[in-house]
């Protein structure tokens, strides 16, 4: 083989895979096109129309009038506001013991014995359950006149009337499916535990809470990840509970951001309003997801 030869080689080797690279990277993107192009239509062109609403005074069927910040300084001078802010905190604190719990009843199913699945399937039934038909079930429950709290505690106690124990109340009843939700991903989760990593860690005599603590919950730590994430998500965007049980009341004093939102727009036809209302609960919400996945990068690398 000549030298002119030899040189060429290493340069059709290079044509050739430069040509392989351009096609895998132009079939990636014919690939990716139609999911970018939905993302783009369903949440990234909502997100900015919503933005761009709140700058603007309507009611959704005369003009639109610009009002700049008007929106959000009348938002953050509302006594509601704060209320359904509060609300939100107590959701978000209350509404994390779904994954604990979930753990809980994870590691109880997690054996095998004749009828756990007909067992798993009773604990998971909650979660296929709609919001509405729970609010309804536990509206029923509350109830002081025939409820099953009444026969239980002895005396009608109205949970829902009072403004002191409203939002509690329908944390209570949000707990009831959330919590089969985290156990079916730790259920997942402890399916793909390394049993000889388990078997190992008995032989050197951990056992009961160290078991669970040093060898159990690290290998379950993207399962607790998933749970909590989508606790917290699903915790700041409560809505359907509130709207069956209580409407905000009683004086809004079990609204949330996401029922405060809801009820300008669609009572008071204050669409600008209503998006300025979004627009801060969608900026609460970024901080804390934008917090989580630096955190997961941060651990990947």
């Keep these: 083989m000549s030298h002119t030869a030899a040189r060429r080689l290493p340069a059709a080797r290079h044509r050739r895979v430069s040509t392989t690279r351009h096609h895998q990277h132009r079939a990636a993107f014919f690939f990716l096109l139609p999911g970018c192009a939905l993302f783009t239509l369903c949440v990234i062109y909502p997100i900015v129309s919503s933005i761009s609403l709140s700058f603007y ?54 054996q095998h014995l004749r009828g756990m699945r007909v067992v798993k399937s009773l604990f998971f039934a909650p979660f296929v359950l709609s919001g509405v038909v729970v609010g309804l079930v536990f ?14 505690v002895g005396r009608g106690i109205p949970v829902l009337g009072d403004p002191h124990t409203v939002t509690f109340g329908i ?13 079916i991903l ?45 606790t917290v998500i699903g915790a700041l965007r409560s809505f359907d509970l509130i709207a069956v049980m209580s409407g905000g009341g009683p004086f809004d004093s079990s609204t949330v951001l996401a029922y405060f939102m809801y009820d300008q727009a669609i009572k008071y036809y204050r669409e600008g309003y209503s998006a300025a209302i979004a627009v801060v609960l969608f900026a609460i919400m970024l901080v804390y997801i934008v917090f989580h996945l630096r955190r997961m990068l941060r651990e990947e690398r």
């Design 139 to 152: 509206s029923w429950f509350y109830d002081p006149t025939f409820g099953l709290l009444r026969l239980i």
């Design 171 to 183: 944390i209570f009843a949000a707990l009831w499916p959330q919590t089969p939700f985290c156990m």
């Design 57 to 110: 005074n309507w009611d959704g069927m005369t003009p639109k009038t610009f009002a700049g910040l008007a929106n959000y300084v009348e938002l953050f001078q509302s006594d509601t506001f704060y209320t359904a802010l509060k609300n939100n905190l107590i959701w978000l604190g209350l509404f994390l013991l779904a994954p604990p719990l979930g753990l809980l009843f994870a590691l109880y199913l997690n």
């Design 186 to 230: 730790y259920l997942t989760g402890l399916t793909g535990i390394n049993p000889e990593v388990v078997e190992a860690a008995r032989m050197e005599g951990a056992k009961g809470l160290r078991l669970l603590w040093h060898v159990i919950l690290p290998q379950l730590r993207p399962a607790t990840f998933m749970a909590v994430v989508l």
